[in-house]
């Protein structure tokens, strides 16, 4: 990371990722074991690198396993970076598919405007009997123009009818992702307190609802 950090010197840097080890004793709870020596190289590390941490909002911890929790996962920022963008913000997803829990950061440039909502394709799409024919439908209609203009039409075609089909089919399926996100955060604060099998059970019963809603496949 120094290595890193010099070549770039002056530059915007963000590091982020699993750090497998953590900053200060509030990043850890289940157990006592002395981690003293290891804070104090990260800390070294983060001052020789001019690295700052943003902060965060979620969950105060991104891994878990066995009743022990830590905050091994995290985002550095340089000064640089942290002039050129206005905002950024880091939030600590649940923990769903791994005893890892993913972190989000969103930046936010200054003087920019607000662009359009993205398009998201959902994998739960393709597993719908009736997914492929709408879309051999649509894509089969002329578009009017050739080369790329007529492949920039049929893609936003697609994309209308994709989104109204998914509207009529499934729902607003973000909001009920954000909503479930929102039950399992709760479920492991709860755990984190509680470590008991009910709270445990409350967490699987969460995470298996979120995965039929996103039609999230279990990683091997």
Same mark, same amino acid.
């Given at each position: 990371?120094?290595?890193?950090?010099?070549?770039?010197?002056?530059?915007?840097?963000?590091?982020? *990722?699993?750090?497998? +080890?953590?900053?200060?004793? &509030?990043?850890?709870?289940?157990? /006592?074991?002395?981690?003293?020596? !290891? %804070?104090?190289?990260?800390?070294?590390?983060?001052?020789?690198?001019?690295?700052?941490?943003?902060?965060?909002? *979620?969950?105060?911890? +991104?891994?878990?396993?066995? &009743?022990?929790?830590?905050?091994? /996962?995290?985002?550095?920022?340089? !000064? %640089?970076?942290?002039?050129?963008?206005?905002?950024?913000?880091?939030?600590?997803?649940?923990?769903?598919?791994?005893?890892?829990?993913?972190?989000?950061?969103?930046?936010?440039?200054?003087?920019?405007?607000?662009?359009?909502?993205?398009?998201?394709?959902?994998?739960?799409?393709?597993?719908?009997?009736?997914?492929?024919?709408?879309?051999?439908?649509?894509?089969?209609?002329?578009?009017?123009?050739?080369?790329?203009?007529?492949?920039?039409?049929?893609?936003?075609?697609?994309?209308?009818?994709?989104?109204?089909?998914?509207?009529?089919?499934?729902?607003?399926?973000?909001?009920?992702?954000?909503?479930?996100?929102?039950?399992?955060?709760?479920?492991?604060?709860?755990?984190?307190?509680?470590?008991?099998?009910?709270?445990?059970?409350?967490?699987?019963?969460?995470?298996?609802?979120?995965?039929?809603?996103?039609?999230?496949?279990?990683?091997?």
């Amino acid at each position: 990371m120094r290595e890193l950090t010099n070549s770039l010197d002056g530059s915007p840097l963000m590091i982020g *990722g699993d750090f497998n +080890t953590i900053l200060t004793p &509030g990043d850890r709870a289940g157990s /006592d074991t002395n981690r003293q020596a !290891e %804070m104090v190289d990260f800390t070294e590390t983060i001052e020789d690198c001019r690295l700052l941490d943003p902060g965060f909002d *979620g969950s105060d911890y +991104t891994w878990a396993k066995n &009743g022990l929790f830590e905050r091994l /996962d995290r985002v550095l920022i340089s !000064e %640089m970076w942290s002039r050129t963008f206005e905002a950024s913000r880091v939030t600590n997803l649940p923990r769903v598919s791994s005893d890892h829990g993913l972190v989000l950061v969103r930046c936010k440039m200054a003087n920019t405007s607000s662009p359009g909502r993205a398009f998201r394709f959902q994998n739960m799409w393709i597993r719908h009997e009736g997914f492929l024919d709408l879309v051999r439908v649509v894509w089969a209609q002329p578009s009017g123009a050739h080369g790329l203009l007529g492949l920039h039409i049929k893609l936003a075609k697609t994309k209308k009818t994709l989104k109204r089909w998914n509207r009529e089919v499934f729902g607003n399926i973000q909001t009920n992702i954000k909503n479930i996100e929102v039950e399992i955060a709760a479920a492991q604060a709860n755990f984190e307190a509680d470590p008991s099998p009910t709270n445990r059970t409350r967490i699987n019963k969460s995470i298996a609802i979120w995965k039929k809603i996103s039609g999230c496949k279990k990683q091997p």
